[in-house]
């Protein structure tokens, strides 16, 4: 006779408890990147609403910034880190294909033998994270997990490209997600069209690199190919995660966009028609674009100079590379 397995359940609810940042050391003005690609102070603050980019030292690390934001966001939760049994890290800034990120942060906040993996969703990879967080507390698979997004951009990047280097930051942001009574993250929409993979990107392989075919491998985009997706396709998805999780936009509080550039996010605002009340969140000016930590690092702001919005409703979405998309409602903590 075969025996019968037993499969675990989780709570109903979960909810994110508190919220970790990291910024690079690092404040680059314009200026100091406007000669390689013969541009100005005027054009990037036109083109994209950054003035300045944090960037880390050269010995600082993805693993670095990470750490730096779990600590913060384990020490607001309250929660033992005993008792986190998951780290997921979205990141595409990895100094190695392997060990992961997550199982070096997970040891050095004092979350060891917890589940560790890395994924790589670029900049909808913190919404990516938190949809997995959510699903594996909610199936008993895990208790306490902690989120991040981490990224440290600056390592591939090339000066002399227009269509990406001078809008890249470094930075990490993270968050505890744990059980709630009510809920506290609501449906992800996700999903990607690899069928425009060449949009944004490497442009080279680390095997061309080593080969000597290739020089080292940095980012490259096609702008306006990513520009009109992310309005027109992203709005639908972000309207779609709204009516997922049954509200309306004049529900929200806040707003927090990936930060990829400042009239990509001025463009969502008017497509979902939100009201004024809603808090929108526009890290880019100074932190700049840093793929999957732009969400944790611009809802940290927000939650640091808005404290009244504590308790309200998000709606967050990241889309980029792949390309990729996940979006979702989450309560701010």
Not at 31 to 44: F, N, Q, Y
Not at 264 to 270: C, H, L
Not at 275 to 297: Q, W
Request: proline share 5%; hydrophobic share 45%; charged share 20%.
């Amino acid at each position: 006779m075969t025996a019968t397995l037993t499969q675990t359940t989780g709570v109903a609810h979960t909810r994110i408890y508190a919220y970790g940042a990291a910024r690079g050391e690092n404040i680059v003005p314009n200026d100091d990147l406007v000669g390689p690609i013969d541009s100005s102070d005027e054009w990037i603050r036109q083109r994209t609403g950054i003035v300045t980019r944090t960037r880390a030292d050269a010995g600082t690390s993805a693993v670095d910034l990470s750490t730096a934001a779990a600590r913060e966001a384990v020490e607001r939760s309250g929660v033992d880190p005993a008792l986190i049994d998951a780290v997921i890290v979205a990141t595409i800034s990895n100094p190695k294909q392997t060990p992961s990120v997550s199982a070096i942060v997970a040891d050095r906040i004092g979350a060891n033998p917890a589940a560790a993996y890395d994924i790589n969703a670029a900049c909808a990879g913190f919404s990516y994270a938190v949809a997995q967080a959510d699903a594996l507390i909610r199936s008993g698979v895990a208790h306490y997990a902690v989120v991040i997004g981490a990224e440290k951009l600056s390592d591939i990047v090339d000066p002399t490209d227009r269509s990406i280097s001078f809008l890249l930051g470094d930075g990490a942001g993270a968050a505890v997600i744990g059980p709630s009574d009510t809920v506290g993250i609501g449906p992800t929409i996700w999903g990607s069209d690899g069928s425009k993979f060449e949009a944004v990107g490497m442009n080279h392989t680390l095997t061309e690199f080593r080969d000597g075919t290739a020089p080292w491998p940095t980012l490259r985009q096609e702008g306006p190919t990513v520009f009109r997706w992310a309005v027109w396709e992203m709005a639908k998805v972000a309207r779609q995660a709204l009516e997922a999780a049954g509200v309306e936009a004049s529900d929200l509080a806040a707003f927090v966009p990936h930060q990829a550039n400042m009239r990509i996010i001025d463009e969502f605002a008017k497509q979902l028609k939100l009201p004024e009340s809603v808090v929108i969140g526009r890290d880019i000016e100074t932190t700049g674009n840093t793929s999957a930590a732009s969400i944790p690092l611009a809802t940290h702001r927000l939650l640091e100079e808005h404290p009244e919005l504590s308790g309200g409703l998000a709606l967050q979405i990241g889309f980029g590379a792949g390309l990729v998309f996940g979006a979702q409602v989450v309560v701010l903590p």
